[in-house]
C-alpha cells in the first residue's frame, strides 16, 4: 500500500510562497532519489524536482532559483520550498520515487493543491 502524503497546499497570490512536505513510507523513501512532480488540469504529471538520497539536486528550468527541494532521510520525509509564485505554477502537487518507470496509478498519494492568483 503506498503510504505518501502531499500537505502544505493553498491559494496564494503571484509572487507569494508555500511549503509542501511529503511523508513518505521508509519502503519508498530509504534508498530511492525522490521527486517533487506536478499536474496542471488538462496536462500530464510533470516532474518539477528531484533530490538525490545524498542530497544532489536537479529542476525543472521554470522553477529553478524560485523552488528549493529538501529531505530529511532520518525522518522520511521531503520538501519544497516554493517563492515567487506564478499563476503558470498552479496545480496539483505529488512527491514520489525518481524516476517514476513503473509507477501506476495506485502508487501516488491525493496531492496537495497549489493555486496561485494572478
Known amino acids: 500500500q503506498v503510504q505518501l502524503v502531499e500537505s502544505g497546499g493553498g491559494l496564494v497570490q503571484a509572487g507569494g510562497s508555500l511549503r509542501l512536505s511529503c511523508a513518505a513510507s521508509?519502503?519508498?523513501?530509504?534508498?530511492?532519489?525522490m521527486g517533487w512532480y506536478r499536474q496542471a488540469p488538462g496536462k500530464q504529471r510533470v516532474l518539477v524536482a528531484q533530490i538525490t538520497r545524498y542530497g544532489r539536486t536537479n529542476y525543472l528550468d521554470s522553477v529553478k532559483g524560485r523552488f528549493t527541494i529538501s529531505r530529511d532521510n532520518a525522518r522520511n520525509t521531503m520538501s519544497l520550498q516554493m517563492n515567487s509564485l506564478t499563476p503558470e505554477d498552479t496545480a496539483v502537487y505529488y512527491c514520489n520515487k525518481y524516476p517514476r518507470v513503473g509507477l501506476g496509478p495506485s502508487d501516488w498519494g491525493q496531492g496537495t493543491q497549489v493555486t496561485v492568483s494572478s
Open positions: 521508509g519502503s519508498i523513501f530509504s534508498s530511492n532519489a
